[in-house]
């Protein structure tokens, strides 16, 4: 069974940094997508960093572009999101993900349906 376990977030003030973590168990596929995705509070949940692991190709969105970077510790089976220059609009629930057959979550092309429980992020401005 796929686990997700998010850590990492917290309170910080705009223009800080934060690190999340995401521990990973239970995959069995040896290429696929790993994400990150946020939900603010009235929003729907949007995807921001992926990472594939086959191709380690990285992808963002453009509010995130050259702030955050995503990376994989393949031996630690942890997924990381580096986080700089905080802006107040970055806070939200931030949780990881990774494909599944019958995910409902297109992002990148990929298909998201195993989901961590998320962690808080809350920037003050």
């Known amino acids: 069974q796929v686990q997700l376990v998010e850590s990492g977030g917290g309170s910080v003030q705009a223009g800080g940094s934060l690190r999340l973590s995401c521990a990973a168990s239970?995959?069995?596929?040896?290429?696929?997508?790993l994400g990150w995705f946020r939900q603010a509070p009235g929003k729907g949940r949007e995807g921001i960093a992926t990472?594939?692991?086959?191709?380690?190709?990285?992808s963002y969105v453009d509010a995130v572009k050259g702030r955050f970077t995503i990376s994989q510790d393949n031996a630690k089976n942890t997924l990381y999101l580096r986080m700089n220059s905080l802006k107040f609009e970055d806070t939200a629930m931030y949780y990881c993900?990774?494909?599944?057959?019958?995910?409902?979550?297109?992002?990148?092309?990929?298909?998201?349906?195993?989901w961590g429980q998320g962690t808080q992020v809350t920037v003050s401005s």
């Open positions: 993900a990774t494909e599944s057959q019958d995910g409902t979550m297109w992002a990148w092309g990929c298909r998201f349906g195993y």
């Open positions: 990472i594939h692991t086959g191709r380690q190709k990285t």
């Open positions: 239970g995959y069995t596929r040896s290429s696929y997508c």
